[in-house]
C-alpha cells in the first residue's frame, strides 16, 4: 500500500520568512496530494491540494509543487505569520483511493 | 460548520465496556471514513465506507467495528477488544473515494477511565 513520509516533524521559523515542508510517497499510482492544516484541538482544514497532472500550484502566499518522478510533493508557505502556527499534514492517495497521511510537521512562527 | 457532525465532543469508556462515536454528514457525500489521531502522530485510516451498506477495514481496525445503514451516517463502534482506545478520533467524508477532497469532523476524544 501506499506509504507517505513527512520532513521536517517540528520547523521553527522567524515571522516573514519562509517554510518549507516535503512528502515522498511510494505508489506511484497516486493522483491526488492534498494539504491539510489543523490548529490544536480542531479539526484538519484543507488549505490547497494537487493533481498528477499539474507540477505547482499556488494560493496567494501557500503553493505545492510536485515531482512525479522523484514522487515527492512540498508545501511552501512564504510571508510566514503567528497564525500560520499549525500542524500540517500532507497526503496520498493510493491506487484504492484511500487516503494515507504523513505524520505531521508542527510549525511555530515566532515575531 | 462544514455539514459533517460528530458527537460527543468528550467520551470516557470503562474497562470492558462498548462504546460508540457518532457520525453524520448532510453534505450528500458517498464516501465516509474514520481515522484515529494519537497525539504527535498522523491520521491512521480505520474504516471507509464508499456505497450504503458497504465498508473496509484500514490500516488499524482491529477492536473497532462500523455500519453504513444509511448514507448520510457512519457510526463508530470502539469494543472491549481494542486495548489502546485513548485517541482523538476523526471522521470524514468525500464525494467520492477516488481522488476527492476530505472534509473532517470536529472530532471525538476518547479516554479511559
Known amino acids: 500500500g501506499e506509504n507517505v513520509e513527512q520532513h521536517p516533524s517540528t520547523l521553527s521559523v522567524q515571522e516573514g520568512d519562509s517554510a518549507v515542508i516535503k512528502c515522498t510517497y511510494s505508489?506511484?499510482?497516486?493522483?491526488?496530494f492534498p494539504w491539510y492544516k489543523q490548529e490544536l484541538g480542531k479539526r484538519p482544514q484543507l488549505i490547497i491540494d494537487?493533481?498528477?497532472?499539474?507540477g505547482e500550484k499556488k494560493d496567494q502566499r501557500i503553493a505545492v509543487t510536485l515531482n512525479k518522478t522523484a514522487k515527492h510533493f512540498s508545501l511552501h508557505i512564504t510571508e510566514t505569520q503567528p497564525e500560520d502556527s499549525a500542524v500540517y499534514f500532507c497526503?496520498?492517495?493510493?491506487?484504492?483511493?484511500?487516503?494515507?497521511f504523513g505524520a505531521g510537521t508542527q510549525v511555530v512562527v515566532t515575531p | 460548520d462544514g455539514g459533517i457532525t460528530q458527537s460527543p465532543k468528550y467520551l470516557f469508556r470503562k474497562e470492558g465496556q462498548n462504546v460508540t462515536l457518532s457520525c453524520e454528514q448532510n453534505?450528500?457525500?458517498?464516501?465516509m471514513y474514520w481515522y484515529r489521531q494519537d497525539p504527535g502522530q498522523g491520521l491512521r485510516l480505520i474504516y471507509y465506507?464508499?456505497?450504503?451498506?458497504?465498508?473496509q477495514k484500514g490500516d488499524i481496525a482491529e477492536g473497532y467495528s462500523v455500519s453504513r445503514e444509511k448514507k448520510e451516517s457512519f457510526p463508530l463502534t470502539v469494543t472491549s477488544a481494542q486495548k489502546n482506545p485513548t485517541a482523538f478520533y476523526l471522521c470524514?467524508?468525500?464525494?467520492?473515494?477516488?481522488?476527492?477532497?476530505?472534509?473532517f469532523g470536529s472530532g471525538t476524544q476518547l479516554s479511559v477511565l
Open positions: 470524514a467524508s468525500s464525494i467520492r473515494d477516488r481522488g476527492e477532497k476530505l472534509f
Open positions: 505508489d506511484s499510482a497516486s493522483n491526488y
Open positions: 494537487i493533481r498528477s497532472n499539474v
Open positions: 497526503a496520498a492517495t493510493d491506487s484504492w483511493g484511500k487516503f494515507q
Open positions: 453534505l450528500n457525500h458517498d464516501a
Open positions: 465506507s464508499q456505497i450504503v451498506n458497504d465498508f
